[in-house]
């Protein structure tokens, strides 16, 4: 049975910076691309980042380019977030996935994706 379970999240202040990982089991984790995805009340879920399953290839959302970094550690089962210059507006539910396909590339439409964390608040204060 696959479970994708998150850790970090919490409240911070603008500025600050923020790590959150996942952990995989039930599945191959090689095999999967793997996304970090963020869901405001009221709004749709979007992709944050994804990576591919060696971690070659990685893809950032306009919502957070430039501040965040994906990696995987495939001999751990992880995927990670880095999330730095957080800003109000980075307030959501962040939820990690898994994705099967055997695209080499990550995946960014949520529906592409089969595995689901059980999600964790981010919360930015000023």
């Known amino acids: 049975q696959a479970q994708l379970m998150q850790s970090g999240g919490g409240r911070v202040q603008a500025g600050d910076s923020l790590s959150l990982s996942c952990a995989a089991s039930?599945?191959?984790?090689?095999?999967?691309?793997m996304g970090w995805f963020r869901q405001a009340p009221g709004k749709e879920r979007k992709i944050v980042a994804a990576?591919?399953?060696?971690?070659?290839?990685?893809f950032y959302g306009d919502s957070m380019k430039g501040r965040s970094t994906i990696s995987r550690d495939n001999n751990k089962n992880t995927v990670s977030l880095q999330m730095n210059g957080l800003k109000p507006e980075d307030t959501a539910v962040y939820y990690c996935?898994?994705?099967?396909?055997?695209?080499?590339?990550?995946?960014?439409?949520?529906?592409?994706?089969?595995?689901w964390g059980g999600g964790t608040w981010v919360t930015v204060s000023e």
């Open positions: 996935a898994a994705e099967s396909s055997a695209s080499p590339f990550p995946e960014e439409d949520p529906v592409k994706y089969d595995y």
């Open positions: 990576i591919n399953w060696n971690g070659e290839q990685k």
């Open positions: 039930g599945i191959t984790f090689s095999r999967h691309s």
